[in-house]
């Protein structure tokens, strides 16, 4: 019986993996990977058997059962099983079903972290999601429930959406339910991490405009704080004034 290793790929390009989840990787015997992992990470475990697994957003090519189950057959049939996964494995990444299904069958496991699509965007943007003063939390919110339907609230100083993409209309119309003023900087970020990134700027009352351009791409929605763009520093708070 082998051990499985959750690793996080990160949010795309292939080098925003960590050292060390390259090196459990090209341990690997076999891979299951996500539709949101950079192909050119199998350069790095060529001996591995890959299989796709792939998920896509909130909708499912495999269900969650038969990834938990051929998880499981492949940890007793190998020592070294990999399970990568897109952004961190920790995030909306479904781990918990799987860290159970390998409990019930006794099977060992280790989590490795990588980077997750907000703190992607916000490199892309470069726009920090705490700011001292202005910025003291962050939430990292699906918008989607489990029942499929959308839900936004207004829980912290800068609220980062999960699985917004398809519904930016219907977002927008929730953040201003939930209290969001309307020309509350919003900032969406689609295929973070990776050459084609796209950025656009919004505001709360103006987020649909945004659907057409991110269509069809994985995107995170930034609202507040932490989508404001960073302004020239006039004075510092450190120092006393001269
Ligand atoms: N575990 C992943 C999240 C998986 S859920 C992570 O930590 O990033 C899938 C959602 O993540 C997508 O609907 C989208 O909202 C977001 N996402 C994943 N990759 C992304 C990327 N490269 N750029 C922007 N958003 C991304």
């Known amino acids: 019986m082998g051990r499985v290793v959750f690793i996080g790929a990160g949010p795309?390009?292939?080098?925003?993996?960590?050292?060390?989840?390259?090196?459990?990787?090209?341990?690997?015997?076999?891979?299951?990977?996500?539709?949101?992992?950079?192909?050119?990470?199998r350069e790095h475990a060529p001996q591995a058997q890959?299989?796709?697994?792939?998920?896509?957003?909130?909708?499912?090519?495999?269900?969650?059962?038969?990834i938990n189950a051929l998880l499981v057959q492949q940890a007793q049939q190998h020592e070294r099983v990999v399970r990568l996964k897109g952004g961190d494995p920790s995030v909306f990444g479904r781990l918990e079903e799987e860290l159970q299904a390998l409990a019930a069958h006794g099977i060992g496991y280790e989590v490795v972290p990588g980077v997750t699509a907000a703190l992607a965007a916000a490199a892309h943007t470069a726009r920090p999601l705490t700011r001292r003063g202005s910025g003291r939390s962050v939430s990292l919110t699906t918008a989607m429930t489990q029942l499929g339907t959308l839900e936004a609230k207004r829980s912290a100083d800068t609220e980062v959406f999960y699985m917004a993409g398809q519904q930016?209309?219907?977002?927008?119309?929730?953040?201003?339910?939930?209290?969001?003023?309307?020309?509350?900087?919003?900032?969406?970020?689609?295929?973070a991490g990776w050459p084609d990134a796209l950025a656009t700027e919004h505001r709360v009352a103006?987020?649909?405009?945004?659907?057409?351009?991110?269509?069809?791409?994985?995107?995170v929605v930034t609202v507040g704080a932490g989508a404001t763009a960073a302004t020239p520093k006039t004075l510092s708070l450190d120092r006393p004034q001269a």
């Open 12 to 41: 795309g390009a292939a080098d925003l993996i960590t050292l060390r989840g390259l090196h459990r990787l090209a341990e690997a015997q076999v891979v299951l990977f996500d539709a949101l992992t950079d192909p050119a990470l």
């Open 168 to 191: 930016l209309p219907a977002l927008a119309a929730k953040l201003l339910e939930a209290g969001w003023p309307a020309d509350t900087p919003v900032s969406v970020v689609s295929r």
């Open 206 to 219: 103006t987020l649909g405009e945004a659907a057409d351009r991110h269509a069809g791409r994985p995107a």
């Open 50 to 66: 890959w299989l796709d697994v792939g998920k896509r957003g909130f909708g499912h090519a495999t269900g969650q059962a038969a």
